[in-house]
């Protein structure tokens, strides 16, 4: 037979544990920037020096599964991630990577009529507008001068 009190203090301990990584990686994503899971690591560690790299994708994991955290990825460059609530689409610099989030209301009309048309239901979209930053525009026209 199980013994309750044991339990219940492994359960505490983990969740506990858990809820520890939890604000951690909150708290690195907390300036609202997109961050690879190698970031996100560095600043975790500054205050758990511990923490692994597959401790932060596990963290991330459960994140993502909460709708705490949204990741975004893009053809071949690295996942990132961002501590966001609201649904949003994403312009990417293909020279800095910089990545910007952006609201097209029209897109869910769109989305929508499509995938009914198709007959699919549960749907969902995200759209990434790619092209190069007014920064690196500018970078490249002075470098073209
Ligand atoms: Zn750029
Ligand atoms: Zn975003």
Redesign the pocket.
């Known amino acids: 037979m199980l013994d309750v009190k044991t339990v219940d203090a492994g359960l505490l301990q983990s969740r506990y544990r858990l809820t520890k990584q939890r604000a951690a990686v909150l708290r690195a994503l907390g300036d609202g920037t997109h961050l690879s899971a190698e970031t996100i690591l560095e600043r975790v560690r500054a205050e758990m020096p511990g923490v692994s790299l597959g401790t932060i994708y596990r963290t991330l994991d459960i994140l993502r599964e909460i709708g705490l955290v949204q990741v975004f990825s893009f053809g071949g460059i690295a996942a990132r991630y961002e501590a966001t609530l609201e649904k949003h689409h994403h312009m990417l610099?293909?020279?800095?990577?910089?990545l910007v989030n952006v609201r097209i209301d029209a897109l869910g009309e769109i989305a929508r009529a499509i995938a009914s048309h198709e007959g699919y239901s549960e749907i969902d979209f995200a759209m990434t507008i790619v092209g190069?930053?007014?920064?690196?525009?500018k970078?490249a026209v002075t470098a073209a001068t």
């Open positions: 610099c293909t020279d800095c990577r910089s190069r930053c007014a920064g690196c525009t970078r």
